[in-house]
Nanobody
Framework: QVQLVESGGGLVQPGGSLRLSCAASGFTSDYELIGWFRQAPGKEREGVLCASTRDGSEYYLDSVKGRFTISRDNAKNTVYLQMNSLKPEDTGVYYC????????????????????WGKGTLVIVSS
């Protein structure tokens, strides 16, 4: 049974940092794409950062460029989202998702090709 489990959310002050984790289990083969999405209260879900495990391509939401980065620990089957210089508008539930047969841009911008989703972790940026 495939599972994605996010963790690491919490309350942080503006300008602070958080590192979210997405632990993957149950995959019989490596996933092609991995993405982080978020949904703010009263807003639609948006793709924050998507990456390919095959060619290294990445897509970043414009508002997080230079602040958020993605990394992966293959030994732990875990993907991380490092979030720095957090802003109140970064508040939301953050989800990780796997996908394939599309590009990182299409996955992040239009949810194309996603297959498995975690249940999310809440990030609140507030003073």
């Amino acid at each position: 049974q495939v599972q994605l489990v996010e963790s690491g959310g919490g309350l942080v002050q503006p300008g602070g940092s958080l590192r979210l984790s997405c632990a993957a289990s149950g995959f019989t083969s490596d996933y092609e794409l991995i993405g982080w999405f978020r949904q703010a209260p009263g807003k639609e879900r948006e793709g924050v950062l998507c990456a390919s495990t095959r060619d290294g391509s990445e897509y970043y939401l414009d508002s997080v460029k230079g602040r958020f980065t993605i990394s992966r620990d293959n030994a732990k089957n875990t993907v991380y989202l490092q979030m720095n210089s957090l802003k109140p508008e970064d508040t939301g539930v953050y989800y990780c998702a796997t996908g394939g047969f599309t590009t990182v841009q299409r996955m992040c911008r239009w949810d194309y090709g996603t297959d498995y989703w975690g249940k999310g972790t809440l990030v609140i940026v507030s003073s």
